[in-house]
């Protein structure tokens, strides 16, 4: 996997580790008939692989909290963009159509697999960003337009990743005839003398290249100024977040464009910001493909769309060191917020971490990592920092495969004992057993 918070890279995800064949239900057979979700029952299937430790995530909404740092920085973009509507509240649980299909993603694409992406059933889903809904918001007419969601993908237990983060996507329909064209122009001058009155620096690329085509709906000529509203939009929101923030006062932001691929945009960018020495990932963008605007009954105009990760920029800019954080319930967490503000958070306390390995030899259908990790989630929650792979190996004669995980146990409320430690690895090894099994070395 991706080092850091790379939630943003649907469109290349890499296979997992051992090359190992993907399974990914996680649910052991004798699994209940159906499951309540947001106070509906769904039929489980061959595909149900949501857990427990996931289904009380839905339905938090931290994003739609006042004084939680998710809430507060998305009201911080929201006043950015403050002639957008602002959505939020769709429900999490929607089809693989609308999550994939409607945005182009190939029949094969990674995401897709039951091993990254939680699955109610053949027909629901989790959502895995923001961008499953662009079809429907096109199609309430709304021409300028933010949304925030939770989202949620099956991924590596660390400081930065967790299986329910938050994205906000955001668009900008102009139409393509020449008042559309002119509205655009003067916007382009409106931002372009804002930004060069402000103190950033921009590593640009090219609006286009055979790499990063501009499709047959745009002229060369408009697709080229809707780019460019794009990047100026773009970078006044980070001016907006990252301005003043990112070296001394007479340092500039310094923010670079880099060529990307989605599968429902082209051309595609994604935007990173240099911030405490280093480039950082903000977000992906680019023009939308005609697919969406047909889908959406909106075939003769052209639109612009970005989606960003609320944890990553969070994280930075309130100086959060653990994702888990973020669903704390603790006062000493939430007590140090103030809505619309942007203050360093103080660690209240590190607590010390208690390492545990537990090493076993796989069922002979293998078993993918993101079924160890969810595993984990299920049993301990929170309690878990990061869990690792440290070791694998095939044996050459048996043909049977060994991994060894460490788990590194800490609470981020109280000091866990050794004792403690212990009953929560002997749970999770029990289960590992009981659900997959596998058998413990
Ligand atoms: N949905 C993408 C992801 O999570 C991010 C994204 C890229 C959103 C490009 C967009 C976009 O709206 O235009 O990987």
């Known amino acids: 996997m991706m080092i850091t918070l790379c939630r943003i890279r649907l469109a290349q ?3 997992c580790a051992f090359g190992l064949r993907r399974c990914g239900s996680a649910l052991a057979p004798g699994r209940p008939t159906t499951t309540n979700l947001l106070g509906k029952e769904y039929p489980t299937d061959d595909k149900t692989n949501i857990t ?35 959505h939020s509240g769709f429900s999490p649980i929607v089809t693989p159509a609308k999550n994939f299909d409607d945005l182009g993603f190939p029949a094969d694409h990674p995401g897709r697999a039951l091993s990254d992406s939680y699955y109610i059933n053949n027909e629901s889903m989790l959502r895995t960003h923001t961008s499953a809904h662009e079809v429907e918001v096109f199609a309430r007419g709304d021409r300028r337009w933010l949304l925030t969601s939770d989202v949620y993908r099956r991924d590596e237990i660390d400081s930065t990743h967790y299986p329910v983060f938050h994205q906000m996507e955001g668009a900008r329909v102009f139409r393509s005839t020449p008042e559309g064209m002119t509205e655009l122009e003067q916007d382009n ?49 980070m001016l907006a977040l990252f301005g003043g923030r990112a070296g001394s006062a007479e340092e500039p932001l310094r923010v670079r464009w880099i060529e990307a691929y989605f ?5 595609s960018f994604e935007v990173e910001v240099f911030f405490h020495g280093k480039w950082i990932e903000i977000l992906g963008c680019g023009l939308v493909q005609q697919r969406t605007l047909q889908l959406a ?19 930075i800019l309130f100086a959060i060191p653990d994702i888990r954080l973020f669903w704390s319930t603790d006062s000493r967490f939430l007590d140090q917020f103030t809505p619309g503000k942007i203050s360093t958070f103080k660690s209240y306390s590190k607590y010390p971490p208690c390492h545990k390995d ?49 788990i590194n146990y800490r609470s981020m409320d109280k000091s866990l004992s050794n004792d ?4 929560l690895h002997t749970d999770v090894i029990t289960q590992l057993r009981d659900r997959f099994g596998v058998e413990i070395r």
């Open 420 to 423: 403690e430690a212990n009953a």
């Open 263 to 267: 599968p429902f945009t082209s051309p």
């Open 358 to 406: 537990v090493s076993f030899w796989l069922p002979s259908e293998g078993l993918h990592d993101n079924d160890v990790f969810d595993l984990v989630r299920d049993v301990v929650g929170d309690l878990a920092e990061d869990v690792k792979m440290i070791d694998g190996f095939t044996h050459p004669k048996t043909q049977r495969t060994s991994r060894c995980y460490r």
């Open 189 to 237: 001058a409106r931002l372009s003398e804002h930004l060069a009155q402000s103190n950033i620096v921009i590593e640009d690329v090219p609006h286009s290249s055979p790499t990063n085509p501009i499709p047959s709906i745009y002229s060369n000529h408009d697709a080229e100024r809707m780019v460019l509203n794009l990047k100026l939009s773009l970078n006044s929101l």
């Open 297 to 315: 009954n909106i075939p003769h105009d052209v639109s612009w769309a970005f989606g960003l990760g609320l944890e990553r920029i969070a994280m």
């Open 52 to 86: 427990p430790a996931i289904a009380e995530k839905l339905g938090r909404k931290l994003y739609l909290q006042p004084s939680h740092p998710l809430g507060i920085l998305r009201e911080l973009i929201e006043s950015h963009f403050n002639n957008f509507t602002a």
């Open 13 to 15: 995800r890499p296979l």
